[in-house]
């Protein structure tokens, strides 16, 4: 069954709402996050962030956040390339869908956050790979639930990343096998190794 409009509100609260607030509070303290979600999350993701920016009308090209899609005015898009890969970005968080994945090379952007589970596994290792490009401590946070799982098994890829989420071990290791590649312990390593 579909969630309704106040549970999906209260989801997207729950998960967003303090990070958000983070940002809007000292967003000169804030990691430069991109936060990647599906087109219609980002609809509802950007106008909680507009909305408790102050309105659209408080919004302005010097607020610390953008949302960036194939639809969107293509000179924010290059402004905002620009911001990302210069000395002091002044946007630090992204709200985007998978438009921003592979070939987007800013070495400032230390977390990415993944809203609800992509549809391949693939794709999320491009897109957490956007992060930590500067070789510096980077995080990423993937959020799911039951609901998310069963729109991700349809896809063809989607089995994997359902294992994936379900993983008991360090998901870093499971990634890089699923890449048939070993890795050596590290620390700060993931939810399961800091447990
Ligand atoms: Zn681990």
Do not use: W
């Amino acid at each position: 069954m579909k969630p309704s409009y106040a549970e999906e509100y209260k989801v997207r609260e729950t998960v967003m709402g303090p990070i958000f607030d983070q940002l809007l509070q000292s967003p000169e303290d804030f990691p430069v996050t991109l936060v990647f979600c599906n087109g219609s999350n980002l609809c509802h993701l950007n106008r909680d962030l507009i909305i408790r920016a102050g309105g659209r009308s408080k919004v302005s090209k010097d607020s610390p956040f953008v949302a960036l899609h194939s639809d969107q005015d293509p000179t924010v898009v290059s402004r905002v390339l620009s911001d990302l890969v210069s000395e002091r970005p002044t946007i630090k968080l992204i709200l985007t869908t998978s438009y921003l994945g592979m070939g987007f090379d800013s070495p400032h952007v230390s977390r990415v956050i993944h809203y609800e589970p992509p549809s391949d596994l693939i794709d999320y290792v491009q897109q957490i790979g956007r992060c930590g490009r500067n070789g510096q401590q980077a995080e990423a946070i993937l959020y799911y639930n039951a609901t998310d799982l069963g729109h991700v098994r349809q896809h063809p890829g989607g089995k994997e990343v359902d294992k994936f989420c379900k993983h008991d071990g360090c998901f870093r290791k499971a990634l890089m096998e699923y890449y048939h590649c070993t890795v050596a312990t590290l620390e700060n390593c993931c939810n399961f190794c800091s447990n």
